[in-house]
């Protein structure tokens, strides 16, 4: 395979993770949202959230993508394929993340939240300040997990004519005859990508491993 063909790869690839980037923060920052609505103990708030989660947990990520694509017209939006193919990805992210996020939130020592309570925080500001960040640290491996499965995810959005890396190396195998080779080389970068996230990750948490011990 060329220099040339591979550098297209590697320029897909940019799309793919800067795809993913924004999808993931999105679907962490919904998915804290709604790991705090499925706490509430408002039962309509909470009815919600859980609907939220059971709606983009037990859906096919394809027919969300195409669902999505298909009704922001019919509401009047109007965006780029692209835009569809980030709120698809975040939505669904947030649906795992919030039952990430709802776990932690759950394992929160009471202590801290009495001391809170003695502080005089407002429930808002014990939920930003001191349940959300205590929830992250605790929650950190699943949440890098979630954050490879949605780079790998990512490829779906080929569906709505995103040229991603997936949909790259797909079109470039149909015209070089060399499907081999050009898939081999996006599983690579796939491969790549994920590894640095990973270790990434790792890092984070032997980082935050002193507030949680």
Do not use: H
Request: hydrophobic share 55%.
């Amino acid at each position: 395979m060329s220099w040339k063909l591979f550098f297209l790869l590697v320029k897909a690839c940019g799309l793919t993770i800067a795809i993913s980037a924004v999808s993931i923060v999105l679907g962490l920052v919904i998915g804290t949202l709604v790991s705090g609505a499925m706490l509430s103990r408002n039962p309509y708030v909470s009815w919600s959230g859980r609907t939220f989660v059971s709606f983009f947990r037990g859906s096919p990520l394809l027919v969300q993508l195409l669902l999505i694509y298909n009704l922001l017209p019919v509401l009047g939006l109007n965006v780029p394929s692209l835009v569809a193919a980030v709120v698809g990805l975040a939505l669904c992210d947030a649906a795992y993340q919030a039952e990430n996020m709802r776990g932690g939130l759950t394992s929160i020592p009471r202590g801290l939240l009495e001391a809170a309570d003695m502080l005089g925080l407002s429930p808002a500001q014990q939920f930003w300040r001191i349940k959300v960040p205590i929830a992250l640290r605790l929650t950190l491996p699943a949440l890098v997990s979630e954050a490879i499965m949605i780079v790998k995810a990512s490829s779906l959005v080929s569906v709505v004519g995103v040229i991603e890396l997936t949909r790259m190396a797909q079109d470039l195998a149909a015209s070089t005859f060399r499907p081999l080779e050009l898939f081999a080389a996006a599983g690579f970068l796939y491969f790549v990508t994920n590894w640095v996230l990973s270790r990434l990750g790792r890092r984070l948490e032997r980082s935050f491993s002193w507030g949680i011990r």
